[in-house]
C-alpha cells in the first residue's frame, strides 16, 4: 500500500463555517473527505449523501417537493419559523488549490453516478461510483478507481476499492497505517500511550482496543471498530447504534444496519465483487473481466463502462470511461504512469506535465497554471494562467500562510495540546484582522467561538453525551436548545424566547413529523427504498411524488390531483418534463452532458454552447439571436457581446476580484477592496465615490457618499442594526426580541411601530406611532387568512388545497374570486358583483388574451423569443412592436 502524499487541505476546526444548522456544527464535512471527519448529521437524519456512506449508512435521500414547509428529504420546518441558527467562524475562502485532492467522496450523488479527481503532485487519477442513497440508517456504497491503488488482491477488480473496504495496516508496526476508502493510507505513530499521533492531515483519532484490534473516532463520535485482520467489524454513531459488518471467506457479506436492514454483496465464479443489493431491493451489478471492472450497472439500468492500457510493467490503467450516454472520456499517461492526458467528450483536452517536483496544467483551451511543491509534495505556491503566483507555507502537513496574488497574508493556526494527539484550526487570521479564534475544552470539541471584536457564541454539550449539543448562546446571552432522541438526532429545537420545534422519526430514523409551535404537524411517508413519497400538511393536504429506482422524480401529484411527468433518455439524463395540461419540454444535451437545447411546448428552440472548458459560451434565443460570453485565461467572465455586437467587459485585479465594470458606451464603474478582499469604495461612471467603513466583523459602519453625506450603522454585538444614523443626525432606533426580531422602529420623531410574533415568528400585530392596531390571523398550515385593520375591519383570505389563494372577501363582504387551470395559472377573476375577467394562456405559458366582463377581448402576439410584438384591442386595432437584435423596444 501507499501512504499519502502531503497535500494541500482546506483547515478543519471540527466546526462548519457560516451558518449551518446547529445540529450539523460539530465537524466540517469536507474532512470526511478522506475518511476523516463527518457531520454530525451524517450519522441520523442528515441529507447530505455525500458525507455519508462510510460512517456505516447514513445517508440522506433526495429532494421533497414543496410541501407545507417542506423541501428536503424531511421536509423544512415551515418558511415563517427559522430553525435556531448561531455564526461560527467566518473563514474566508484564500486562494484556490487548483486542483482538488483525491478524496473518499469526491463527487458522490444521492442519485448514484460517476465523480472524479486528480492528485496533480502524483498525477494520480481517482474515479468513483456512487450507488443510489437510501435513508438515514442505510449504507451508500462508494466505489473508488486509485491509480496507485492497483496491484491489490482483494475482492475489487484491480485499481478498486470502496468506502467499506476502508481498513488497517500494520506492516509498518508499531505504527499503522489507516487506508481510506479511496486507496490513501494516513500514517498513525505508536508515541506509547492510550492514542495514536495522527498525521496533520487527519481529524480523527485512532486507539488500540487491547484486543489486537483498533477504534478509530470522528469528531462527531461516530467509531469504526477494526478487527485484527485490520478489516472493519462495526460502525457505531455517538449514541450507540451499529452497523455491523460480516464476512464470508473474508469478503464483506453484509452490513446490517441499526434498524436490523441489510446491504449484501455477491461475488462472481472469481470471487470478485459482481453485485450490490441495498435495503429496498435495488441492485447495482459489477462486470469484472479478468481482474478489471469493465461495467457498471444502476438500478435503473444506465450502463458506465471502462476500458484499460496496459502500464509500464505488466498491469493495466484506466484507459477510457464510457458516460451511459455513450459519451467518451480518454486517459494517457507517462512512462512513470502518471497522467498526462485527459480527453473530454467533445474533444478538448487536458494536459499534465511533470518537471522534478513541479506540475503543468494546461486546460483544453490551452491555458496552463503552474504547481509547485517541495520533495515532500507540500504546496508551495501556484502560478495561474495571468502569471500570478498565490504561495503557501507549512505547519508541518497543514497551512500555515497562505500569499495571494497582491501579496496579502492569510494565517492559520492550530491547537494540538488534546490526549486523542489530533491538531484542529484554532484561528484564521486575514490580512486586517483576526477573523475569528475557536476555543476548544479537554476534548477536541469546540466550547466557543470568539469574534474579531471580542465577542463570543458558546456551545455546552451534553454532560451525558458529549457529542451532542445542548445549547448555543450568542454574544448577547440569547439561548437556544436542543434535545436528542434515543438515535441521536435532535428531537427538539428552541429558540431564546421558548418557541420550540419537534422532530417525529421512525424506526429507520427518517424524519416522519415536524410540530410547529401551535402544535400543527406536517407528516411525510417513504417507500422501501426510502424515497419520500407524500407530504402532508396540518390541514391534511397531501402532495405525493413518484421517483424511479435511481431516486430520480418521475411524477409529482398535487393535492389536487395535477400531475406533472418527468421522462429520462436513454442516456439517463433528464429528457423531458410535462405539465399537468399535458403540454411539454424537451432538452437535449452535449458530448460533456451539458444542456445544450431547450424546446417549449409550441416548438421554440433555445440553444446554448459552451467552450472547451464546459463554460458557457453562447446562448442562441429562438429568433437566432445570440448572446456570447468571454473569458479570460483564468476562465473569468471578461465580458458579454450582445446580438447587436455590443459590448459588456470586466477587469479584474491580481487576486482575481472584479475592479471595474465598463458597459457599451464606455461607461467604468470601478470596485475597490481592503487587504481582506472587502469591498470599501464605489466610483461610478461620473467618477462619483461611495465609501465604506467596515467594523472588525466586516459589517458596514459607515457609508460616505459622493456629496460627503455620511449615513451610519450602530450593531449591537450579535450583529443587528441598533441605530441608524443619516447626514441630518437624525437617528431611527431598533429594538429587537431575543429570538433576533426586529420588535419596535422609532424614527426620528420619536414615533414607535412596534410589530409582535406568534410563536412561530409570524407577524401577529402591529401598532402604528397613533397606537392603532393591525392583526393578523393565519391558519394550521402557515397561510395568512384574515388581516384587521386598526378600525376592526376585516379582509379575509380563502385558498384551496394546493395553497393557492382563490378568494379574496373585504370589509364589506364584496367577494374576488381567482380560477386557476391545473397549470397553477389564473385563467379568470370574478369581482363580488359576478364580472368575470378571463385570461388565456398559450402552451408556452404566456397570456395571450384579456377579456373584461364585458367581453372586450385585448389579444398579444408573441414571437418566438417570447417578446411581445402585438396587441389587438376589443375595437381590432392593432398595436406592433419592434425590437433590435438585443431585444431593446426600439
Not at 32 to 58: H, L, N, R, V
Not at 476 to 489: E, L, P, Q
Not at 836 to 852: I, K, P, W
Request: net charge negative.
Amino acid at each position: 500500500m501507499r501512504t499519502a502524499s502531503p497535500v494541500p487541505r482546506r483547515p478543519s476546526t471540527g466546526v462548519t463555517t457560516g451558518t449551518p444548522e446547529v445540529y450539523s456544527q460539530i465537524s466540517d464535512s469536507r474532512w470526511y473527505a478522506s475518511g476523516f471527519g463527518g457531520g454530525f448529521d451524517s450519522c441520523c437524519g442528515g441529507t447530505d449523501a455525500s458525507t455519508c456512506p462510510a460512517s456505516g449508512g447514513p445517508s440522506g435521500a433526495p429532494s421533497g417537493e414543496p410541501g407545507a414547509g417542506g423541501s428536503d428529504q424531511f421536509g423544512t420546518v415551515p418558511g415563517t419559523f427559522e430553525r435556531p441558527r448561531i455564526e461560527a467562524v467566518q473563514i474566508n475562502e484564500y486562494e484556490s488549490y487548483g486542483l482538488e485532492q483525491a478524496d473518499d467522496f469526491v463527487n458522490a450523488a444521492s442519485d448514484g453516478g460517476m465523480g472524479g479527481t486528480v492528485d496533480s503532485s502524483r498525477g494520480n487519477l481517482i474515479q468513483q461510483y456512487s450507488a443510489p442513497a437510501g435513508g438515514p440508517l442505510d449504507p451508500v456504497v462508494v466505489l473508488s478507481y486509485n491509480k496507485d491503488f492497483r496491484g491489490n488482491t482483494s475482492e475489487y477488480p484491480d485499481g478498486w476499492t470502496s468506502n467499506y473496504n476502508r481498513c488497517i495496516d500494520d506492516t509498518a508496526s508499531p505504527d499503522v497505517d489507516v487506508v481510506s476508502g479511496t486507496g490513501i493510507g494516513y500514517r498513525y505513530t505508536d508515541v506509547g500511550g492510550a492514542y495514536y499521533e495522527a498525521p496533520d492531515e487527519a481529524t480523527n483519532w485512532l486507539e488500540d482496543d487491547g484486543s489486537g484490534g483498533w477504534i478509530e473516532t470522528q469528531p462527531d463520535g461516530l467509531k469504526y471498530y477494526y478487527g485484527s485482520d485490520g478489516k472493519i467489524t462495526k460502525i457505531t454513531n455517538h449514541v450507540g447504534l451499529i452497523w455491523t459488518l460480516t464476512y464470508a471467506s473474508s469478503k464483506l457479506n453484509i452490513i446490517t444496519n441499526p434498524a436490523g436492514k441489510r446491504t449484501s454483496f455477491g461475488y462472481d465464479g472469481s470471487g470478485k465483487l459482481q453485485s450490490i443489493e441495498d435495503v429496498g431491493g435495488r441492485r447495482t451489478t459489477l462486470t469484472v473481466v479478468s481482474n478489471l471492472l469493465t461495467t457498471i450497472t444502476s438500478p435503473e439500468l444506465c450502463v458506465t463502462q471502462f476500458k484499460y492500457v496496459a502500464d509500464s510493467s505488466t498491469g493495466k490503467l484506466l484507459q477510457t470511461r464510457i458516460h451511459p450516454s455513450g459519451n467518451r472520456t480518454t486517459y494517457t499517461y507517462d512512462g512513470s504512469d502518471r497522467l498526462t492526458n485527459v480527453t473530454n467528450p467533445d474533444g478538448g483536452v487536458a494536459t499534465y506535465s511533470y518537471s522534478g517536483d513541479d506540475v503543468i496544467y494546461t486546460n483544453p483551451r490551452g491555458k496552463k497554471t503552474t504547481f509547485i511543491y517541495d520533495a515532500s509534495k507540500l504546496l508551495q505556491a501556484i502560478v495561474d494562467p495571468a502569471d500570478q503566483r498565490t504561495t503557501y507555507t507549512w505547519d508541518g502537513k497543514l497551512i500555515r500562510t497562505a500569499k495571494n496574488p497582491l501579496g496579502k497574508v492569510t494565517t492559520f493556526a492550530y491547537k494540538g495540546t488534546f490526549s486523542e494527539t489530533v491538531r484542529l484550526l484554532e484561528c484564521v487570521e486575514s490580512p486586517e484582522a483576526c477573523a475569528g479564534t475557536i476555543v476548544y475544552g479537554t476534548d477536541p470539541c469546540p466550547v466557543s467561538i470568539v469574534y474579531a471584536d471580542e465577542t463570543f457564541s458558546s456551545l455546552n454539550w451534553n454532560a451525558v453525551n458529549n457529542m451532542e449539543v445542548d445549547s448555543v448562546v450568542d454574544p448577547m446571552g440569547h439561548r437556544s436548545t436542543f434535545t436528542y432522541d434515543a438515535m441521536g438526532v435532535v428531537a427538539s429545537a428552541g429558540n431564546a424566547v421558548g418557541e420550540t420545534l419537534t422532530y417525529a422519526y421512525d424506526s429507520e430514523c427518517r424524519r416522519t413529523a415536524v410540530i410547529d409551535p401551535n402544535s400543527q404537524r406536517t407528516t411525510y411517508t417513504y417507500n422501501s427504498c426510502s424515497q419520500l413519497e407524500s407530504i402532508k400538511n396540518p390541514l391534511n393536504n397531501v402532495w405525493t411524488m413518484t421517483r424511479d429506482l435511481m431516486n430520480r422524480v418521475t411524477v409529482n401529484t398535487d393535492p389536487l390531483g395535477n400531475i406533472t411527468t418527468y421522462t429520462y433518455g436513454s442516456n439517463c439524463q433528464l429528457s423531458s418534463v410535462k405539465n399537468p395540461l399535458g403540454q411539454i419540454t424537451t432538452f437535449q444535451y452535449t458530448n460533456r452532458d451539458q444542456v445544450q437545447v431547450v424546446i417549449d411546448p409550441l416548438g421554440n428552440r433555445t440553444t446554448t454552447t459552451y467552450n472547451l472548458v464546459g463554460s458557457l459560451e453562447t446562448v442562441k434565443n429562438p429568433l437566432g439571436q445570440v448572446t456570447t460570453n468571454v473569458y479570460d485565461d483564468c476562465e473569468r467572465h471578461v465580458a458579454t457581446v450582445n446580438p447587436l455586437g455590443n459590448r459588456t467587459t470586466i477587469v479584474y485585479n491580481d487576486a482575481g476580484r472584479p475592479i471595474e465594470v465598463c458597459d457599451p458606451l464606455g461607461n467604468i464603474t470601478t470596485t475597490v477592496y481592503d487587504n481582506a478582499g472587502r469591498i470599501i469604495a464605489t466610483v461610478n461612471p461620473e467618477g462619483e465615490r461611495t465609501t465604506f467603513t467596515l467594523d472588525l466583523n466586516g459589517r458596514i459602519t459607515e457609508t460616505e457618499t459622493p456629496e460627503n453625506e455620511v449615513t451610519t450603522q450602530v450593531y449591537d454585538d450579535v450583529g443587528r442594526v441598533t441605530e441608524t444614523i443619516d447626514a441630518n443626525g437624525d437617528i431611527t432606533t431598533n429594538t429587537y426580541d431575543d429570538a433576533n426580531r426586529i420588535s419596535s422602529v422609532e424614527n426620528a420623531l420619536g414615533q414607535v411601530t412596534s410589530t409582535y410574533y406568534d410563536p412561530l415568528g409570524r407577524v401577529k400585530s402591529t401598532v402604528n406611532p397613533l397606537n392603532k392596531i393591525t392583526t393578523y390571523s393565519y391558519n394550521s398550515a402557515g397561510y395568512r387568512v384574515a388581516v384587521t385593520n386598526p378600525l376592526g375591519r376585516i379582509t379575509t383570505t380563502n385558498y384551496d388545497a394546493a395553497g393557492r389563494a382563490v378568494s379574496v372577501v373585504d370589509p364589506l363582504s364584496h367577494r374576488t374570486t381567482t380560477v386557476y387551470d391545473s397549470a397553477n395559472r389564473a385563467i379568470a377573476a370574478v369581482s363580488g358583483l359576478d364580472f368575470r375577467t378571463t385570461f388565456v394562456f398559450d402552451s408556452a405559458g404566456r397570456q395571450v388574451a384579456v377579456q373584461d366582463p364585458l367581453g372586450r377581448r385585448v389579444t398579444t402576439v408573441y414571437d418566438n423569443a417570447s417578446r411581445a410584438v402585438a396587441q389587438v384591442n376589443q375595437l381590432n386595432t392593432r398595436t406592433t412592436f419592434v425590437y433590435d437584435a438585443a431585444g431593446n423596444r426600439t
